[in-house]
């Protein structure tokens, strides 16, 4: 099994700061990565999808990059309405495998 | 509009059964794989079961395995998960989420809103 080991686990920034999260995932993943964003009481929202792409619609803000086993997810300016937690997930090999999530607040 | 809405959430005895829905709406159901992921309060989120679109192929997590059952009524539109042998640790929010693209394993772009499940005596 995969697993995915995400940091860090929370981070307080402010507006306008740039955001990064990591993903380590536990073998070569190759670029079979997505990112989620969720907000509290709502389901997951796609934000980025094999690694790097951006999911139609989610503001050019948001980015991911990496392959292999580390992956980076960026947030370049933060906005107030970007408090959530985020997920990073692996489709490379079964089970299907999230990381622990990253909780993002406002300073 | 894309839409998928879960239902059949509620009170479950341990060792009893539950029978959740997913009915969807705005795309070609049979054309997609579907997964069930949960995710129990206050933790993050765990993936459970994935179909795919002919329903000719099942995927369980191991710690499902024997006792959920999924599958699907295209000529309806609909996603079941058949729980079985309910345990406290499955109790969460059950979300039925579609693939994104042709394949089996991909990402989950579209998301039903969540239904409970509650696991108690």
């Known amino acids: 099994d995969i697993q995915m080991t995400q940091s860090p686990s929370s981070l307080s920034a402010s507006v306008e700061d740039r955001v990064i999260i990591t993903c380590q995932a536990s073998q070569d993943s190759s670029n079979y990565l997505n990112w989620y964003q969720q907000k509290p009481g709502k389901a997951p929202k796609l934000l980025i999808y094999?690694?790097?792409n951006l999911e139609t619609g989610v503001p050019s803000r948001f980015s991911g990059s990496g392959s292999g086993t580390d992956f980076t997810f960026t947030i370049s300016s933060l906005q107030p309405e970007d408090v959530a937690t985020y997920y990073c997930q692996q489709y490379k090999n079964l089970p299907l495998s999230f990381g622990g999530g990253t909780k993002v607040e406002i300073k | 509009e894309v839409q998928l809405v879960e239902s059949g959430g509620g009170l479950g005895q341990p060792g009893g059964s539950l029978r959740l829905s997913c009915v969807a709406s705005?795309?070609?159901?049979?054309?997609?794989?579907m997964n069930w992921v949960r995710q129990a309060p206050g933790k993050g989120l765990e993936w459970v079961s994935a179909?795919?679109?002919?329903?000719?192929?099942?995927?369980?997590a191991d710690s499902v395995k024997g006792r959920f059952t999924i599958s699907r009524d295209n000529s309806k539109n609909t996603l079941f998960l058949q729980m079985n042998s309910l345990r406290a640790e499955d109790m969460a929010v059950y979300y039925c989420a579609k693939v994104f693209g042709m394949g089996i394993l991909g990402a989950f772009d579209i998301w039903g809103q969540g239904t409970m499940v509650t696991v108690s005596s």
């Open positions: 705005g795309f070609t159901f049979s054309s997609y794989a």
């Open positions: 179909m795919s679109g002919s329903g000719g192929s099942t995927y369980y």
């Open positions: 094999d690694a790097s």
